[in-house]
């Protein structure tokens, strides 16, 4: 199990070097037209300042071509234009929404009174809102689910009956996250690496247990409660990004959410280990 989870940190802390990088980015070119503008048609003007236009030509001459946006009536001289494109879709996505599902594993030290736990499931939405062409901050929200067989000792139980309880328990969390990556449209694949910090909740359920007491040579039944516990937590990791289409889109995901123990950070300590894929929604 300790080697599993040091390879999923290890994946982790690779794609966020590999996105802080801005490497393994493939870019598709959206065709450029530099002939004449036809008034009455929709275009995206790009300057050489960068600065992107996107509206319907509704008048031109020698110097100025006007177009109408969503804003007003703009005038852009001619020599100040570096590229006129059909496509009308701005360069910077405005926002993204994704939604998506996997494996939670769980890591560190948590009961020793519990058995080795399977892998739960996990399910996250999060919302995206870029803030430069490779930098954005993203709202992470998740719940997530382990099953888990707790193991019980009484003392007045010599006979080796079973001692093993189903119990589940729920994980909420919530972070917010720097994310490094492409955000343009021309990106079709990227690499994306994040950072952040944020809060993790478990809740335990409740049990019985039922257990014959040699003592008295009763049968005896014990009621446990559930138990609630909220930890600070960062989170780093990573994941791949590709468009289907200009708004929809897929993207695999890897986190590590490294939480605190007696208010300490404990690398490779308490933690979860989510790995997601879903689908991608942009705004432009």
């Known amino acids: 199990m300790i080697k599993t989870n040091l390879s999923f940190i290890l994946l982790s802390v690779l794609l966020s070097a590999a996105a802080a990088g801005f490497i393994s980015n493939i870019y598709s070119q959206e065709e450029i037209i530099m002939d004449s503008i036809t008034t009455g048609n929709k275009y995206k003007i790009t300057m050489y300042n960068d600065k992107e236009v996107i509206g319907k030509v509704v008048k031109q001459d020698s110097v100025f071509v006007y177009m109408v946006t969503e804003t007003g009536t703009v005038r852009i001289k001619f020599e100040d234009i570096f590229s006129v494109s059909k496509s009308t879709i701005p360069k910077l996505m405005k926002a993204m929404l994704t939604l998506g599902g996997g494996i939670l594993l769980q890591g560190g030290y948590y009961e020793h009174r519990s058995s080795e736990n399977t892998p739960g499931y996990s399910i996250q939405a999060t919302g995206l809102f870029p803030f430069s062409e490779n930098k954005a901050i993203r709202l992470d929200l998740?719940?997530?689910?382990?099953?888990?067989?707790?193991?019980?000792?009484?003392?007045y139980d010599p006979y080796?009956?079973?001692?093993?309880i189903k119990q589940y328990m729920n994980v909420y969390s919530a972070f917010a996250d720097i994310v490094f990556g492409n955000f343009t449209n021309d990106s079709k694949f990227s690499v994306y690496g994040l950072g952040?910090?944020?809060?993790i909740s478990t809740s335990e359920s409740s049990y019985d247990y039922t257990y014959y007491n040699s003592y008295d040579s009763t049968y005896r039944t014990e009621h446990y409660g559930g138990n609630k516990y909220t930890f600070f937590s960062l989170a780093l990791g990573g994941g791949l990004r590709f468009k289907i289409s200009n708004k929809i889109g897929a993207f695999a995901e890897v986190q590590y959410n490294l939480s605190t123990a007696e208010g300490f950070f404990f690398f490779?300590?308490?933690?979860?280990?989510?790995?997601?894929?879903?689908l991608t929604y942009s705004f432009y």
């Open 268 to 278: 490779f300590g308490r933690g979860y280990f989510p790995i997601r894929a879903g």
């Open 142 to 155: 998740s719940f997530g689910q382990f099953n888990r067989d707790r193991i019980m000792y009484v003392y």
């Open 160 to 164: 080796g009956t079973d001692n093993s």
């Open 196 to 199: 952040g910090v944020g809060v």
